[in-house]
Every structure is written in C-alpha cells, then in structure tokens.
C-alpha cells in the first residue's frame, strides 16, 4: 500500500492549502490518519489527527487554522490548512495506522509560506 500525498506548494503568509492523501488500495481496519511535518533540522511532529469514529487532535500551534478530515470509504484524510505562517514551512506527511499496529507512511509533501 503506498499513500500518495497532494497539495502542497508555494502560499503567501495568511494563506490557505488543502493537502489531500489517498491510499493506493483499500486499508482495512484504520485506527487513526494523520498529518505530521517535519521542518529542516528539526524533528517531525503531530500536526493533527482523526480517529475512524471521528475523534480529532491537533498541535496547539496550528489549533483554529487547520482542520483535518477523512473519508474513510475512499481511505483518504485531508488537512485543510488556513492563516498560513512562515513556521507552518514544512514537508507535511501524512500517515495511516491500523488496528494491528500497521503503519504507512506517505513520502510527504512541501508546504512553503513566504512572509
């Protein structure tokens, strides 16, 4: 199963993106997608989360600007991601767990906001 994501780009400070990850075949039994990033010379982090009942948890520094979603029929979770900041540059990856412990890992997408 490989996750392919989408959206990314060049946006100016105050902007928005949707970055959009869809599995190559069906996933069965996903736990919880999710969307980290990593920034040059840094670790990668949570930026947010959704559980397949829908439950959603998210980086206090991206609360109230990004919401996640999912369709889980399609196995695809989106990150809608709005008042960009210059810290919000990253490479956005997004990953999908299942019930048995199963991880996969999309090969990111960048995500640069100019000031």
């Known amino acids: 199963v490989q996750l392919q994501a989408s959206g990314g780009g060049l946006v100016q400070a105050g902007g928005s993106l949707r970055l959009s990850c869809a599995a190559s075949?069906?996933?069965?039994?996903?736990?919880?997608m999710g969307w980290y990033r990593q920034a040059p010379g840094k670790q990668r982090e949570l930026v947010a989360s959704?559980?397949?009942?829908?439950?959603?948890n998210y980086a206090d520094s991206v609360k109230g600007r990004f919401t996640i979603s999912s369709d889980n029929a399609k196995n695809t979770v989106y990150l809608q991601m709005s008042s960009l900041e210059p810290e919000d540059t990253s490479v956005y990856y997004c990953?999908?767990?299942?019930?048995?412990?199963?991880?996969?890992w999309g090969k990111g997408t960048l995500v640069t906001v100019s000031s």
């Open positions: 990953r999908i767990e299942t019930q048995g412990g199963t991880l996969y």
């Open positions: 959704i559980t397949s009942g829908g439950w959603t």
């Open positions: 075949r069906t996933i069965f039994s996903i736990n919880v």
